[in-house]
Nanobody
């Protein structure tokens, strides 16, 4: 089992950048495929990005492709999401998730979830 804690959320203006982190503990972080998901008020949780255990493969939702970058540091047991050119529609709670196969966009492939961090983008 792996436990994750997200950080780095906050209130920013449209066009700004923000970096999220997800610190993992428990079973070896390097064994897991990692993903970022988000849930806006009144909407279902949606896929944002995912990365393979060795960083060789990444997967992005079309709505964030070219603006967001997912990365990981297995030595630090940490997952990152660098977000740029933020838009008001990026406002959501952002969750990191861990799974054993991927990197897929379907949340059913992820077994472990963090508590989330709020990102609010003002216009």
């Amino acid at each position: 089992q792996v436990q994750m804690v997200e950080s780095g959320g906050g209130l920013v203006q449209a066009g700004d950048s923000l970096s999220l982190s997800c610190a993992a503990s428990g079973r070896p972080f390097r064994a897991y495929v990692m993903g970022w998901f988000r849930q806006a008020p009144g909407k279902n949780r949606e896929f944002v990005a995912a990365i393979s255990s060795d960083s060789s493969d990444t997967n992005y939702a079309d709505v964030v492709k070219g603006r967001f970058t997912i990365s990981r540091d297995n030595a630090k047991n940490t997952l990152y999401l660098q977000m740029s050119s933020l838009k008001p529609e990026d406002t959501a709670i952002y969750y990191c998730a861990a799974g054993v196969t991927g990197p897929f966009s379907y949340e059913g492939y992820y077994q472990y979830w963090g508590q989330g961090t709020q990102v609010t983008v003002s216009s």
